[in-house]
């Protein structure tokens, strides 16, 4: 098991689209690190960030209007997967997927590709709760 924690810190959108689900970036001995949670809600790993046209793509949640649904000031393996939502080129939703569910509720979005992406999170989503209920 990985030791230490992790700041949320950013956000990577390879195909520079939106509205577009993107990958959380976060931030550990001034490195970067993306989540690995498989079919989890649960953060099972990080794996760094070394390749330089990623690091490059890099957006800080500082630099963006971020709408923060339930984050933790600290994710370690255990936590709660974050869920990023990049509405448009300036603006991006991080949280867990409950708090993301209410955030959709109040800002749905439109079909087309990001619409897909959220009804297969929600479908992994629900198979989960499904056996973590019958285990």
Not at 40 to 48: A, D, H, Q, V, Y
Not at 54 to 72: P, Q, S, W
Request: contains cysteine; charged residues 25%.
């Amino acid at each position: 098991m990985e030791k230490g924690s992790y700041k949320l810190v950013g956000i990577i959108n390879p195909f520079q689209s939106a509205p577009e689900v993107v990958y959380p970036v976060f931030l550990k001995d001034n490195k970067f690190f993306l989540q690995v949670c498989g079919l989890s809600t649960k953060i099972e790993s990080f794996r760094e960030v070394n390749y330089e046209d990623h690091l490059e793509m890099i957006r800080a949640l500082a630099e963006l209007k971020t709408t923060y649904g339930k984050v933790e000031k600290e994710y370690h393996v255990g936590s709660d997967a974050v869920i990023a939502l990049q509405r448009d080129p300036q603006s991006v939703f991080v949280g867990n997927m409950d708090s993301f569910e209410k955030y959709l509720k109040q800002n749905p979005v439109p079909k087309g590709i990001a619409y897909d992406q959220i009804e297969v999170l929600r479908q992994d989503h629900q198979r989960t709760k499904k056996h973590i209920k019958t285990a």
